[in-house]
């Protein structure tokens, strides 16, 4: 599909949703990163920018990518609310073309899933090549189907992290899968809504 579909859906689905004024974390993220140093983070998929500005508010450095304008702009002006805006540089990018510039020493991107073509494995692949030396890319992926997706395919299929990883095919001897596992949680909707869902948990460590 084209780039102007992607485009448009997703600034769609940005624009629909009221601006959040403190978007939350998730908890992936959180459970993974506390405790590490601080450095310079990539968030991959930024979205509304929870990720993002827990990050940055935890010392972090955070290049926040997003195809959306609606979700990169949203994201700026929240930053500068919050006095982050030194420690976050939201841009537009279409990873299905280019990746963004620099070698980080995190790197998310949670629920990177998109009814439109993408070589996610090769966005991924790229993503572990600009970790520095101890880095770690976190990737998190839907495990199930929350009440309120936007894909609601009673067939759909959600890859294994075992998978996942084995779909990047990343040599062993540098990359070293961390952690690949299932696990469950509450996660709140629009409206209100809570439903019980699985998250599918990467996380890949660049050997010093």
Same mark, same amino acid.
């Given at each position: 599909?084209? +780039?102007?579909?992607?485009?448009?859906?997703?600034?769609?689905?940005?624009?629909?949703?009221?601006?959040?004024?403190?978007?939350?974390?998730?908890?992936?993220? +959180? &459970?993974?990163?506390?405790?590490?140093?601080?450095?310079? $983070?990539?968030?991959?998929?930024?979205?509304?920018?929870?990720?993002?500005?827990?990050?940055?508010?935890?010392?972090?450095?955070?290049?926040?990518?997003?195809?959306?304008?609606?979700?990169? &702009?949203?994201?700026?002006?929240?930053?500068?609310?919050?006095?982050?805006?030194?420690?976050?540089? $939201?841009?537009?990018?279409?990873?299905?073309? %280019? @990746?963004?510039?620099?070698? @980080?020493?995190?790197?998310?991107?949670?629920?990177?899933?998109?009814? @439109?073509?993408?070589?996610? $494995?090769?966005?991924?692949? %790229?993503?572990?090549?600009?970790?520095?030396? #101890?880095?770690?890319?976190?990737?998190? #992926?839907?495990? %199930? +189907? $929350?009440?309120?997706?936007?894909?609601?395919?009673? #067939?759909?299929?959600?890859p294994s992290p075992r998978e996942v990883a084995a779909d990047i095919g990343l040599d062993a001897a540098t990359w070293l899968v961390e952690r690949a596992d299932a696990p469950r949680r509450i996660a %709140?909707?629009?409206?209100?809504? +809570?439903? &019980?869902?699985? #998250?599918?948990?990467?996380?890949?460590?660049?050997?010093?």
């Amino acid at each position: 599909m084209k +780039t102007g579909d992607a485009v448009m859906f997703w600034d769609g689905v940005y624009a629909a949703r009221p601006a959040a004024t403190d978007p939350r974390p998730n908890l992936r993220l +959180t &459970e993974t990163v506390t405790g590490l140093p601080p450095g310079d $983070a990539l968030d991959l998929g930024c979205g509304a920018g929870g990720d993002t500005l827990w990050l940055a508010g935890q010392g972090w450095h955070v290049t926040a990518a997003d195809l959306s304008a609606v979700a990169v &702009e949203r994201l700026a002006a929240l930053a500068a609310a919050h006095g982050l805006g030194d420690r976050v540089t $939201a841009v537009r990018h279409d990873l299905r073309s %280019s @990746f963004p510039h620099g070698a @980080f020493d995190l790197i998310c991107a949670h629920y990177l899933h998109t009814p @439109f073509d993408l070589d996610r $494995a090769a966005v991924l692949r %790229s993503a572990a090549h600009a970790l520095r030396p #101890d880095g770690r890319l976190l990737i998190v #992926d839907h495990g %199930s +189907t $929350a009440p309120w997706s936007w894909n609601q395919d009673p #067939d759909v299929r959600y890859p294994s992290p075992r998978e996942v990883a084995a779909d990047i095919g990343l040599d062993a001897a540098t990359w070293l899968v961390e952690r690949a596992d299932a696990p469950r949680r509450i996660a %709140s909707g629009p409206g209100g809504r +809570t439903a &019980e869902v699985t #998250d599918h948990v990467l996380l890949i460590r660049r050997s010093a």
